[in-house]
């Protein structure tokens, strides 16, 4: 049960000032997230990490040599959002371009793709990895739709090693692709973890029994059991992961035992005791075991066993040294310190604009204004609607994206932004405070619209269209739905579609937009 | 909720096979804890500490270069035997004497002391430090009533510090007596905890309450008040601890913010970040803090903060490295491997002995059959005796510590002990089995009878009862009783005096035993 904190708003931003502080001699707070403070070679490879909070260590706990060069902090158990990833990776990368790995979530996925696209579209090369270790979420057949759990430790470890070694960006995605392959994660919950400001679990396990493969945020499982001794737990464990053993594999395993929060040190190691034999048992060598509390879920009681199968390159890579505040290997790595880190402020430099195009741009901040007060009238009714089919905070989430854009609008337009940079700014704050998948679609999508728009001239009607279709272009490649699927799309298609009509007919950009 | 295990009687000891297979190249197992493989400087003093288990990283995970050489390992929340930390001493000291830290409980008291003795008896130097700060246990005026809490971190790292300097057994002494007078910690409970085997808490926080300055173990508190946010827990637990900052002390303090088990990094965090603005606001200047699960209580929710006024000395020896398998800090401390473990078996060598001491010897064991028969019989008797003040296990315990040392005595008889050898075998094994102070007691007093016995001659009556004063002697010094309290020194004092007089009289030893 989570006891300690002032908000629940609060409760993520709190906790990383207070991370920093304990650990300044390893990271400083950037925009978005936690950096390295440490000065790492010229053209190394950027590792950067991240997910959801309510996870410590991870993720922001791996940052330093030898692992990440920064972490993205999300909200508790939410994805950050397309900014504070495109943020934390600017402040990171040092010219070798950046690998993003976290775990394979949806919303991970977005964002983290989406931040992706706009570091590539400024020319900083950039991949992702997500982690798909977790046996119980499907099958091995259907390897690319399992989430991401402790595996990710040993995925970003040998990434990170990788990348300190001086392999390049395609040599780091290589590796950490093939530590990916070769990670295996199966895991059981005793209980569920409370959020902060909640006052009942999340989720919850019947007394007496556990939860076979149950998600660290209550996504379901594959079975519930009576609990078991640790002897028989640890046979399960074990027995599972070595039927994905793969082929022609060493007898060499990285492997980690985990502790989700509420599941303490002593009954990991009891736990170990019973691993360690059966694995030993089963012809293998275990090289450097991480037993303890690796990637919690707040308070949730539960394990769960990592194996990777190691070569003798991801075998050299797992095992070199790192420091971290809460991973280290090897000797300490000290190294002369720098600062990366940028506000929010910074990351919002305005471009000089012409004065047609900031009148624009004042235009823009009226329209945004208006579907702002707009959005206002109608959140219930859309919280409503979502209710039907998700958890009633669409309205919220679309009041506060707009909200946000309406502010950053306002703000570099006071500032002299043109049209390009004011919908650009717009765009960046509604991903960034909405929140959720359609906050994401909307802010990446607007965002991505400036990029057909310039600063210093009227854009033609042609130009209108060509950013109308860009959103639609992005919203309809990462939001995976097609026209028909009862999504936005269904509305901005025949839209588009109406508006190119109109155009191409030769009508003026006013009455195409409006009957349109 | 502890969950993991096979049995709650093995629970300690898998863990620590666990743990030291997780971590051998800092541990080895040896009879009655772990011992640190790094070889030591020569000269250095042994720093060894421990307790009950139940508090990992506490004590067994602080064993390595600069912090501790051996810790004693207890079963969950109980003190080790006298036997176990007499070992632990003897498989870790290395010719410059022992410093033996722990928190200030009872049956840690009494066991680490018996264990001092022992070692001092054999012309090993030692030293007890029992450490104090929890402020809500006594007033500052009874400082040596207080309990030992997370503030045991801060003067073992310390005099690991000053061990590994090369002071000596009086300045390391010296040195750790000063970190624990400058050591405060003031805490707040949320949740109990369960331990093994068990399927309900050890005690219980009302809902929405928290309790103040409630125990680790469940030990009376000082209030009990509305949970609250963190900015004003913090202020609580700074406030109370800045009433008691000694007159003449610097502006720096080293720091620890600890979670019991249940409270979760993102909350210490949250807390801490409170917490240091408090700190700064008052004018103090931290000095490498700490925040996070330090000294659990298995899966208990609560939160802790210690403070220590440091010296120039203290913030000398509380910053330097220390590399253990839970605390580091510096670089990595590289040292050869050692192995100096011992077994249970090989802490019990037989001494050669005459053939009279040899036949006294098995007559010993005929008696201590008798004596254990007696007890088997009694059992039931003595233990509903206990529950009417106690907790209803001295019948269980009386009955394992006597059959320990029948058997003990038979292994050692059978290996052609004499007769001080097979008593003091005996004693060991009963203080070793029995648990609870009458076991300690017993146990350490036959243990002392011993030694004014011999193996190789017949005793004199005088010896007899030199042999029977000195295990009264030990009884009483240790059990801090006198006659008349109720406890067993009402039945051996008069006992002991009616054989002193007996033989005075010129009595027969078997008269005299028999008329007292």
Redesign the interface.
Known sequence: ???????AEQ??D??????V??YSRYLEKTYGGVISTRQTRPGKVAVVIGGG??H??AFA?WVGPGLADGAVVGN?FASPSTQQIYAVAKAAEDGAGVLFSYGNYAGDVLNFSLAEEQLREEGIAARSLPVTDDVSSASLADRTKRRGVAGDLVVFKIAGAAAESGLDLDGVSAVAERANAATFSFGVA??GCTL?GADAPLFTVPEGQ?GVGLGVHGEPGVDEVP?E???D?ARRLVDRLLQERPGGSSGRVAALLNGL??????????????V?QLLAAAGLEVVQ???G?LI?S??M?G?SLTLTWLDDELAEFWAAAADTPAF?R???M?AKQVHRSMSEAEQQEVAEASDTSQALAAQLVDCLSDVASLLHDKERELGDLDAIAGDGDHGRGMTKGCDAALAAARSVVDAGAGLSSTLAAAGNAWSDKAGGTSGALWGNGLRQAATALADHSRPTAQQGLAAVQAGLELVSTFGKATRGDKTLLDALIPFTESLEESLNSGESWASAWSSA
Chains 1, 2 share one sequence.
Do not use: C, H
């Open positions: 049960m989570t006891k300690v904190l002032n908000s409760f993520s709190q906790a990383v000032d207070g991370l502080s304990v909070s309510g410590y260590p706990g508790i005793f209980a902060p556990m609990l001794p640790a002897a737990l929060g509420g599941t303490k040190y002593e009954e990991l190691f009891v736990l170990w005791n019973d360690r075991p991480e037993v509390e919690t707040l308070d009681a394990v280290r090897g000797p300490g000290e």
